[in-house]
């Protein structure tokens, strides 16, 4: 197993920015990618963006491309999540993900992923 814990939400004005953090702790050595999600109320969970554990592969969604930065810290099995130039439609609870048996193809499908940390609220006004 792998616990995630998220931290970092909050509540931020449009054209803010906010920092996400995941630590990862448990079976660490048998996670291959890490990723964040989103999912606002009646919506369904929402692909943001994930990086490949053992080279720093990165994906992101379309919609953030150029707002949002995904990085790591490999020793420490932690993520983070830069959002910048944030927007109302942001706002969402944000979850963390580790471990996709089926690799860099279905980074996106939620169902894929093995584990998932709480979720962090992050809401964006205007």
């Known amino acids: 197993q792998v616990q995630l814990v998220e931290s970092g939400g909050g509540l931020v004005q449009a054209g803010g920015s906010l920092r996400l953090s995941c630590a990862a702790s448990?079976?660490?050595?048998?996670?291959?990618?890490m990723g964040w999600f989103r999912q606002a109320p009646g919506e369904e969970r929402e692909f943001v963006a994930a990086?490949?554990?053992?080279?720093?592969?990165?994906q992101y969604a379309d919609s953030v491309k150029g707002r949002f930065t995904l990085s790591r810290d490999k020793p420490k099995n932690t993520i983070a999540l830069e959002m910048n130039s944030l927007r109302v439609a942001d706002t969402a609870v944000y979850y963390c993900?580790?471990?996709?048996?089926?690799?860099?193809?279905?980074?996106?499908?939620?169902?894929?992923?093995?584990?998932w940390g709480q979720g962090t609220q992050v809401t964006v006004s205007s």
């Open positions: 993900a580790a471990h996709n048996p089926e690799g860099a193809a279905f980074y996106k499908k939620a169902d894929r992923w093995n584990f």
């Open positions: 448990g079976r660490t050595f048998d996670n291959n990618a």
């Open positions: 990086i490949k554990w053992s080279n720093g592969y990165i």
